[in-house]
């Protein structure tokens, strides 16, 4: 009699810890917005299949948290600010989401960055580029979780000035992100002894740079240095193709290029470009594990971002589960506190001006006879360590690093 008191009592008091865990769900549902670009110049980088990766990883955490259902919503913020800060705004504070995720253009990023720390919510962004979000700019509530322009800027000028590039012409994106490209991309040459010999600005989603390549071509620069991305850095390419730069006694050094840009602009363009990035489908037995899975469902291999997307979702559902709450200071601390192990990074963590520290990679496109299969597109140059990738705590002028 007394055991089966006893275990009653147990029963009732498992009851009761249960029901208080799924109590600390605020509004009885854990709601993740997907922020991107889903119809422009970006749309490839994460767009709807970024979407899909969050979706992903959702369904492999199982669909719910301390018992409560996930629900995901997306929005294409157009590259407008004004679009994605009032539909950030309206999530928050209508329909009651938790995390934004994804945030492409470091424009629209910088913005939700400063309205998240408003509401108190959370914010990783998988796709904003600009440094100044863990620095100046840093928040408590959001987590830079790719890459940054520090890290690219940093990590191809260093390559490019070893290889005796030692002049540089800057074409550069005229907003936040190329801005940034621009500055640290600078700050390299000119530590390093190099000169820079002129520079000019483009506006977002141009479609002619042929007046800017005839600059940068005059100029006589051993290197042009693209401080833009996605559909710009695409159309500079192949217009610097057609101007017979590509292949002569210049170089081109694209800042910022990922997977789904060599695609497009295809090996022929692209061969011999070097390129950094956090993530290649094929890095690894982990990578191309997941990277099948995601191409059965998505018919194509997986970005930086779109993998990102599944990395920080599934970081932040555990997070939630280890802390019993969805609340966000408590959920904050738990990612904080964990480190960042799964397919695409090895010992991560989060530092505390909100930048997640994971080693880069220098690539180097291959020439189209060396592809084996659609989409075998880079040799490994280099693993670059995240100590010696990105900007150091101190330098960044984050408000929140102690002195």
Not at 56 to 62: I, K, Q, S, T
Not at 137 to 164: F, Q, R
Not at 287 to 297: D, L, M, V
Not at 352 to 380: A, C, H, I, T
Request: charged share 25%; glycine share 8%.
């Amino acid at each position: 009699m007394k055991t089966r008191l006893k275990n009653s009592l147990a029963a009732c008091v498992l009851g009761a810890l249960s029901v208080s865990a799924q109590a600390q769900v605020s509004d009885d549902v854990v709601k993740i917005g997907v922020l991107g670009d889903q119809s422009g110049m970006m749309a490839d980088l994460s767009g709807k299949f970024g979407v899909e990766a969050v979706k992903m990883a959702v369904e492999d955490f199982g669909g719910t948290v301390l018992g409560k259902p996930i629900e995901i919503v997306s929005a294409d913020h157009q590259n407008k600010v004004d679009i994605g800060v009032s539909t950030a705004r309206r999530w928050y504070e209508n329909d009651k989401v938790d995390l934004i995720l994804d945030v492409p253009n470091s424009a629209i990023a910088l913005a939700v960055q400063d309205l998240t720390r408003q509401m108190k919510r959370v914010v990783i962004f998988t796709s904003a580029g600009s440094a100044d979000l863990t620095g100046k700019a840093c928040s408590p509530n959001g987590m830079h979780w790719t890459y940054d322009t520090y890290a690219y800027a940093t990590g191809v000028a260093n390559g490019v000035m070893e290889d005796g590039g030692k002049s540089w012409y800057f074409i550069t994106s005229d907003y936040a992100f190329g801005h940034s490209l621009e500055r640290d991309a600078m700050a390299v040459v000119k530590s390093k002894g190099g000169q820079v010999v002129g520079s000019v600005r483009h506006p977002i989603a141009s479609a002619d740079f042929s007046s800017f390549l005839l600059q940068a071509q005059a100029s006589k620069a051993q290197v042009i240095g693209l401080a833009n991305g996605s559909g710009d850095t695409i159309n500079s390419i192949k217009q610097a193709f057609e101007f017979g730069i590509m292949g002569s006694k210049q170089r081109v050094a694209a800042l910022f290029m990922s997977i789904v840009d060599v695609r497009s602009v295809g090996l022929e363009y692209a061969q011999g470009l070097n390129l950094v990035e956090p993530f290649y489908w094929d890095q690894d037995d982990k990578a191309r594990q997941w990277s099948e899975r995601y191409f059965k469902r998505t018919g194509r291999m997986p970005s930086m971002v779109q993998a990102s997307n599944y990395s920080a979702t599934m970081h932040y559902l555990n997070a939630i589960k280890a802390a019993g709450t969805d609340g966000s200071e408590a959920v904050l601390k738990k990612m904080h506190d964990t480190p960042i192990n799964d397919f695409m990074t090895e010992n991560g963590r989060i530092r505390e001006d909100g930048r997640v520290m994971r080693d880069l990679y220098l690539f180097q496109v291959k020439k189209p006879s060396e592809s084996k299969r659609d989409w075998d597109y880079y040799n490994l140059v280099r693993k670059i360590p995240a100590e010696q990738a990105f900007r150091p705590l101190k330098d960044g002028g984050c408000p929140l690093v102690k002195p």
